[in-house]
T-cell receptor, first 115, second 119 residues
Framework: GAVVSQHPSWVICKSGTSVKIECRSL??????MFWYRQFPKQSLMLMAT?????????EQGVEKDKFLINHASLTLSTLTVTSAHPEDSSFYIC???????????FGPGTRLTVL | AQKVTQAQTEISVVEKEDVTLDCVYE???????LFWYKQPPSGELVFLIR??????QNEISGRYSWNFQKSTSSFNFTITASQVVDSAVYFC????????????????FGQGTRLTINP
């Protein structure tokens, strides 16, 4: 149980384009979803926390207009990187928690490369 | 603020050796959770353990064991009889309440320890 999927697993795009990444909880209802970014050989940095039907809470220093998060249902959250630039190239990972909220289950990640 | 320190950036051992990964944390919360995750080369984080701050009992799961010492704010992870498949980056993490979102907890991660098990 507690499986989280992400799509796509990797994406390459041109600078200036927007990219959408989907995060789904497959076998449980995710009351809260989280989006992280991980640069090579670094730790995970939380970008934002979202709940279904409400606005996301962004961490300090994360531009909410650049990283749009939509938590449309209890099983789906999307992250849109708008007007992507090479410095946005990174590994984006989502996680989700159920009602208990005490354990985060992670998706497999999406590797974004902006040319 | 919450902080997690994994002082060992990289560890390399020969297969079958025991290895301990250190984790020290800082928190002002009285109730919190500690976690260990494994990140193999594929990138996906694998959940290993969750420990409630009120439960200081050590835990063993197969070749894995965890030592939680509240007095020293440490939550160390030991792999006995290591195997090549244990090679990965291991992250220790600490829960933190999300402001304005009752019941939601985010994770603060340590920098990770890259463990290499050589045949």
């Amino acid at each position: 149980g507690a499986v989280v999927s992400q799509h796509p697993s990797w994406v390459i795009c041109k600078s200036g384009t927007s990219v959408k990444i989907e995060c789904r909880s497959l076998d449980f209802q995710a009351t809260t979803m989280f989006w992280y970014r991980q640069f090579p050989k670094q730790s995970l940095m939380l970008m934002a926390t979202s709940n279904e039907g409400s606005k996301a809470t962004y961490e300090q220093g994360v531009e909410k207009d650049k990283f749009l998060i939509n938590h449309a249902s209890l099983t789906l959250s999307t992250l849109t990187v708008t007007s992507a630039h090479p410095e946005d190239s990174s590994f984006y990972i989502c996680s989700a928690t159920g009602l208990a909220g005490d354990t985060q289950y992670f998706g497999p990640g999406t590797r974004l490369t902006v040319l | 603020a919450q902080k997690v320190t994994q002082a060992q950036t990289e560890i390399s051992v020969v297969e079958k050796e025991d290895v301990t990964l250190d984790c020290v944390y800082e928190t002002r919360d009285t109730t919190y959770y500690l976690f260990w995750y494994k990140q193999p080369p594929s990138g996906e984080l694998v959940f290993l353990i969750r420990r409630n701050s009120f439960d200081e009992q050590n835990e063993i799961s197969g070749r894995y064991s965890w030592n939680f010492q509240k007095s020293t704010s440490s939550f160390n992870f030991t792999i006995t009889a290591s195997q090549v498949v244990d090679s990965a980056v291991y992250f220790c993490a600490l829960s933190e309440d999300v402001p304005g979102r009752q019941g939601a907890q985010k994770l603060v991660f340590g920098q990770g320890t890259r463990l290499t098990i050589n045949p």
